[in-house]
């Protein structure tokens, strides 16, 4: 979508998904854990369906007594993405490297838990000039104070906040293009009431194709 005129595009941002785990969300008390989970998996199969490249971390998940992978809904959505495991809360130092290997500088970033591991990560980004947006619907912090907190931290740093369906949008403004058709499954899916609305659209934009054949 080379004429789209907002900051984030689909050919110039990358998501990274910082340790959305088990045993790492349950300590998350900043959102509802189904909330969280439908949030994740509807960002990533929107990712996915517009092949968006996708950076996925994990912390401890190998190596251990005990395993930690990502989250259901998140593996299920990006099955073809192996996370990169490591053994710091930053995840940058790990994760450089295959964020620079897409060539892009806008990153679409969110991570449990919001201000520990998301914000060292987004603010050693920021350091060495990237665009950071969190996507702060997709992050969970161990208390409502402390992802706020750490929201706070990140704007102050420099990054922008943003919810999955914000980035959605700002993916595919022209609803009338093929791109836009590739995310309605999963908004409708994950989408809560802007999901109604598009499961609704599409069923009038049907009924106009069956009358008019």
Known sequence: MSDNPNEITIDNSVVVLVDHQPWVAFSVKSIDAGLLVNNLAGLAASAKALDVPTVLTTVGAEGGVLRDPSIKGLADALPDVTPIDRVSTNAWEDIRGAVEATGRRTLLIAGLWTEVCLAQTAVSAIAEGYRVFF???CSGGMSVEAHEDAKTRLVQAGATPINWM???????PDFTTEERNRVNPP???????AGLAVEYLVAQTDLVAQTES
């Open 135 to 137: 996507v702060s619907d």
């Open 166 to 172: 914000a980035v959605i949008c700002e993916w595919t």
């Open 187 to 193: 908004v409708m899916e994950h989408g809560s009431m």
